[in-house]
């Protein structure tokens, strides 16, 4: 004797326990690092919760016999199962770079460009021309940083200095900024907006080599990949180094990173540039990407 | 072989006992020796016993729907050992209890042939559409008949009111049943063509194959092809999972809102048709701080609950720029410039609202725009057989109806989702190869990025912002701004509510919009 079965049910039942089964796998494997911002992981918890919930309830329709099911077009749930399965998440390994490669070369010279609202322009003759215009317009922004400046501070009440780099005072160990994973991010974009209070500081961070096609043969980028969200708006960014041992660097390796900050002219800009740089080789850490903590 | 089981379902009067007389006469079952009919239902229309005896047919009545027990089929077999059996069933009965019983291993339900009166079809769907609902979800094939009077476009409708219910559901006008060529594909067994097993199979087939083709692409192709599609895939995945708590969290709002009918002060403003509701839809969007990919399903329930399409409209775009998340990444992303923060928000209202009253002054309706039969997408608390009453009867209600709106809404995330990730991995490199000088292809190329590279709303400022060594400010503002509102997978999404002829057309109402919001801004700024 057999008995017709509510063939949907089923198929549902199955999609929701797979992908539940899926999700927790990521995040007890923390493979969801690579996927999503960690303020998510709440979210997904809870989701894995009401799929779970969504899955038992199911289960007392299985019974509810139906006739001509469309279930065809829950295929298209195998398209993410598979893709999970096919490709799990590796990070951002070796091979990633060669793509993203561009992208921290663009990124690198973006920062500077933030006080002028002019296009760019990488045209070499008139770099003098928008130097001019930059310095401008820096002076005119000032008021506006200023104003900037007061939201940061509000975002932040113990802090009410006026040069920037003194946000950091608090993580200096013999006069070296620390800089750890978790104030990376902001650091970073501080010591490229506010280039001239940072010079001559000393600074330490955990960071990736890579080459740029552009750069002399003693430079190396130190950077990392940032997420704002997810995987989607990962991005690339570094800071150049100067050192000697340029040779015994292999792309992508895990290294600290110690020197002095400086600046020098890259395309036209002026960026940041580590020299007298001391280089600690590391094991790669636990989480490979910086993650905005900004909301 | 297999016992086939056929079962003809409708209400009353709608010309079952014609059909199954008909059937039998012309000849449709003459392979079989020993048929059963099982009536449950006595119609004005009436078997004449002799005639059946003739042909060797077996009927068996069924008073109540209490004697569909579960050993039913299996008392039959020892009975009647019959090698067919065709069903007069009840229209009025469930059709579950039917298909629950058990049934010997040799036997197999067949046909499911729903019979209707087409001149009351459509008036029985709007007042009896739970009753009817589930007969047409599990039938095989609709019968229409007494449809004389009906021309073309008419029996058209009437199909696409069954195809709304199930796609898979074949229709007929039935003029001779002696000639009809989809009743002779289902009821002659030797084309029988029950192949939903052949057809998952194909699709198995295709889904393979492509698999297949993929790897080998990757094995074969470009060295980098492997890394390529597995960022492609990282990405792909990564939108998914952040997407998966704020669809669920919008389709139980949305469920919430089609089950509760009010829903507070907001929604009856807005429902309320005035003028000045304009304005409250668009920055009701500030209450309900959660991404775009969440409001979609928020906004197709309300425009099931049937709220003014113009009213909703303003509320759907605005929402992404008065979002409290999304006005705090704009001022993360352009510390320097706080004041986009503003515009973001001022251009995003504006956009909104010129929508909604253009159209108010096109007069177009919720009704005109959307896609199929509401009463069927709607979910109503019947469809859904509940079991309990009250309060708990209305959790499960929201419940069960967010189980129904996560699945109908993943499908369509799916698939944006796919095709945003494989243009988001080609497409920074593309823009940044297109761009010019002239601000009005750098606009052009910012409306073809909003559309193509779905980011959330809460992040989009973040990527604007990586534009901005190659574009100029205002172009990057459109862009944030028109983002979630062009954003494909937010279209393929509405597309499921809405039909897409009205999407296109929004499209293009909001790219219009925007020319002449920022091309007015880049004159001030």
Redesign the interface.
């Known amino acids: 004797m057999g008995r017709k079965k509510n063939i949907e049910a089923i198929v549902q039942i199955l999609i929701l326990i797979a992908i539940s089964c899926l999700l927790i796998d990521a995040m007890i494997s923390k493979k969801v690092n690579y996927y999503v911002h960690p303020r998510f992981y709440l979210g997904i918890w809870i989701s894995i919760v009401i799929l779970i919930l969504f899955a038992i309830s199911l289960i007392s329709k299985v019974k509810k016999a139906r006739h001509n099911v469309n279930v065809r077009h829950y295929m298209i749930f195998a398209i993410p199962l598979v893709a999970a399965l096919l490709f799990p998440a590796t990070g951002v390994n070796s091979k990633d770079m060669t793509l993203k490669n561009s992208d921290i070369t663009a990124l690198n010279s973006e920062e500077n460009i933030d006080n002028k609202t002019d296009t760019a322009s990488t045209d070499s003759k008139i770099y003098n021309e928008e130097n001019v215009i930059n310095e401008e317009a820096s002076t005119a922004e000032a008021d506006e940083t200023d104003s900037t400046q007061e939201i940061q501070d509000a975002n932040t009440p113990e802090e009410e200095t006026s040069d920037i780099s003194e946000k950091y005072t608090q993580y200096e160990k013999n006069g070296v900024m620390v800089i750890n994973d978790d104030i990376f991010a902001e650091w970073y974009n501080d010591v490229y907006d506010h280039l001239d209070s940072f010079k001559g500081k000393k600074c330490k961070y955990l960071a990736q080599v890579y080459s740029m096609d552009d750069f002399k043969e003693n430079q190396f980028l130190a950077g990392r990949y940032f997420m704002v969200c997810c995987a989607a708006d990962l991005v690339g960014y570094g800071i150049t180094c100067e050192t000697d041992i340029r040779n015994e660097l292999k792309d992508e390796e895990w290294i600290t990173v110690e020197g002095t900050i400086n600046e020098y002219q890259y395309n036209g800009y002026m960026v940041p540039l580590l020299t007298d740089v001391t280089i600690t080789k590391e094991e790669a850490p636990d989480v490979t990407y910086i993650y905005y903590n900004n909301y | 072989m297999a016992t086939y089981i056929d079962i003809i379902t409708g209400f009353l009067e709608s010309g079952k006992t014609t059909l199954i007389k008909e059937l039998l006469e012309n000849d449709y079952l003459k392979e079989f020796d020993k048929i059963l009919l099982i009536i449950c239902e006595e119609g004005f229309t009436e078997y004449d016993d002799e005639k059946l005896q003739e042909m060797h047919i077996k009927p068996l009545t069924l008073e109540n729907e209490s004697d569909l027990e579960d050993n039913l089929f ?1 008392l039959i077999k020892d009975k009647y050992h019959p090698d067919y059996i065709i069903v007069e069933y009840n229209g009025t009965w469930s ?2 209890e039917m ?7 040799d ?1 197999k ?1 067949r046909n ?1 042939a729903f019979v209707s009166d087409a001149e009351n079809f459509r008036y029985q769907l709007d007042n009896m559409v739970t009753v009817m609902q589930p007969h047409i ?4 094939i609709v019968i229409f008949n007494r449809f004389d009077k009906f021309h073309q476009g008419t029996q058209k409708k009437l199909s696409k009111d069954i195809k709304n219910i ?4 074949k229709v007929t006008f039935i003029n001779d049943v002696a000639t009809d060529k989809l009743l002779k594909e289902r009821f002659m067994t030797f084309n029988n063509p029950d192949n ?1 097993y052949l ?2 199979k194909t ?1 198995l087939k295709a ?1 393979f194959f492509l ?1 297949v083709c993929l ?1 080998l692409l990757i094995v074969l192709g470009l060295p ?1 092809a ?6 492609i ?10 997407a ?3 669809i ?1 969290l919008g389709a139980f709002i949305s469920a919430g809102i089609q089950i509760f009918a009010s829903t507070g002060w907001i929604m009856e403003k807005i429902s309320e048709g005035k003028w000045y509701s304009f304005a409250i839809a668009a920055v009701a969007g500030f209450f309900m701080p959660i991404c775009d990919c969440g409001m979609v399903p928020i906004i197709s329930g309300l425009l099931k609950k049937d709220t003014p399409l113009p009213q909703t409209i303003t509320f759907w775009l605005s929402s992404s720029a008065v979002s409290p ?1 999304v006005i ?2 704009m ?2 992303a352009f ?4 004041y986009l923060a503003v515009v973001r928000i001022i251009s995003g209202l504006c956009i909104g609202i010129i929508a909604g009253v253009v159209l108010k002054i096109i007069k177009l309706e919720t009704k005109d725009v959307i896609r199929g039969n509401r009463r069927v997408l709607n979910i109503g608390k019947d469809v859904l ?1 509940l079991k309990n009453q009250g309060a708990k009867g209305k959790v499960e209600a929201v ?2 109806g967010a ?1 129904v709106e ?2 109908r809404v ?2 369509y995330v ?2 944006g989702a ?1 095709i945003s ?1 494989v243009l ?2 080609v497409m ?2 593309t823009i ?1 190869s297109m761009i010019g ?1 002239n601000i009005l292809i750098q606009f052009a190329v910012m409306v073809i990025a909003a559309m193509l590279m779905s ?2 709303s ?2 989009n400022a ?2 604007g912002r ?1 534009f ?6 205002v172009p990057i503002v459109s862009f944030i701004v028109m983002g979630p509102m062009l954003d494909l997978k937010n279209i393929v999404m509405l597309s499921e509510i809405l039909k897409k002829k009205f999407l296109v057309m929004l499209a293009m109402l909001v790219i219009i919009e925007s020319a002449i919001v920022f091309g007015t801004l880049s004159l001030f ?1």
């Open positions: 299996h059709i579950s298909l629950r019983l058990k049934i010997p291993f036997y339900f499911i979800l599990n039938s095989d199930n796609p898979r559901t939903t057809n998952v699709n889904v698999v790897s980098n492997y890394n390529y599609t597995q960022s895939v990282a990405v792909f995945l990564s939108i998914l999972m952040q998966i708590p704020f669920l998340v705090i990444s001022l993360y510390p320097e410039q706080p057989e419940f069960a189980l996560f699945f993943a499908e799916i698939v796919c990730s988001q991995t920074p490199q940044k000088n980011t959330c809460t992040s973040f990527i990586s901005s060594n190659n574009i100029s400010t700024m």
